[in-house]
Every structure is written in structure tokens, then in C-alpha cells.
């Protein structure tokens, strides 16, 4: 519940911040000419109004979307950003090693994310993998049963 909280926060934020870049065009920007008694539309009639509206929608797609592409790599237990990428996989190994594809593990060792580098059917979902012990104390169990 937490990581979708996250992302609603980070969304209100950028619509707060479009919403305030819009009021600046408002102020900044003349209002469209007025010929005889017919008032002109900002959109698609005045060149500055059309010019500004693309750049304002092309800004708030790109902040939609690093927002939606910073929580991908986001832990889902304790949001921190993922670390650790490591590169698994090979073609010409494929029967042995698999598809390649980038790993990404939590710092606190919460999960770890799998990333496809190749797509063959469209998008491919990303595989969370939750880590229900602490890997870090397995680990350190493990490197100290080799000495």
C-alpha cells in the first residue's frame, strides 16, 4: 500500500507543479486578440498560446513519465531505489543461462527485481522477487562456512 501511496504523492506533486506552471502562463502570456466581437481561442488561433500549451504537454508527459519510470525501480517494501544492476543471461548460452535480463536488488535485501532486456511479445512485466529472510545475514553465513 505504501509504494502506491508513493505514486500518488509523486503524481500530486507533478500536477501541483503543472498546475502552477499554468497559472505563470496565464499571467505571462497575453490574452488572444479580440477581432470585431469574436474572441479568439488560445489553442490552434494564437501562435504564443498553441506554442506554449505543446511545450506545458510536453512537459507534464515527461514528468507522468519519470515519475512511473523512477517507482519501477523502487523497492516495494521500504521504497529505496533499487542498486546493484547485474547482468544475467546470454544468447549464445541460452540453455544454460536464459534469456539476458537485468537484476536489481534492494539494499536492505527485501527483493529483487528482474528486468527482460528483450521484449519478444510487447511489454514484458517486470518479476519482483520478495526476499522473505535477510539475504545479507545468509550470505555472511554462507562466506563464513567457506573459510
Not at 523512477?70 to 523497492?75: A, K, L
Not at 544454460?96 to 527485481?113: A, D, N, S, V
Request: charged share 20%; aromatic share 14%; with cysteine.
Amino acid at each position: 500500500m505504501k509504494y502506491w501511496s508513493f505514486l500518488l504523492a509523486k503524481l500530486a506533486i507533478v500536477a501541483a507543479l503543472l498546475r502552477g506552471l499554468w497559472w505563470v502562463m496565464e499571467l505571462v502570456l497575453p490574452a488572444p486578440a479580440t477581432i470585431a466581437t469574436y474572441q479568439l481561442g488560445r489553442f490552434g488561433q494564437d501562435l504564443p498560446w498553441t506554442t506554449a500549451i505543446f511545450l506545458y504537454f510536453l512537459l507534464g508527459a515527461g514528468l507522468v513519465f519519470l515519475s512511473f519510470l523512477d517507482q519501477r525501480y523502487r523497492c516495494r517494501t521500504c521504497l529505496r531505489r533499487l542498486r546493484m544492476p547485474l547482468s544475467t543471461g546470454s544468447w549464445d548460452q541460452m540453455l544454460q543461462l536464459g534469456r539476458p535480463k537485468m537484476e536489481y536488488i534492494c539494499p536492505f535485501g527485501h527483493g529483487t527485481l528482474d528486468v527482460h532486456q528483450v521484449q519478444f511479445t510487447g511489454r514484458e512485466k517486470d518479476d519482483w522477487r520478495k526476499h522473505d529472510d535477510d539475504i545479507w545475514r545468509e550470505l555472511e553465513s554462507l562466506s563464513e562456512s567457506g573459510k
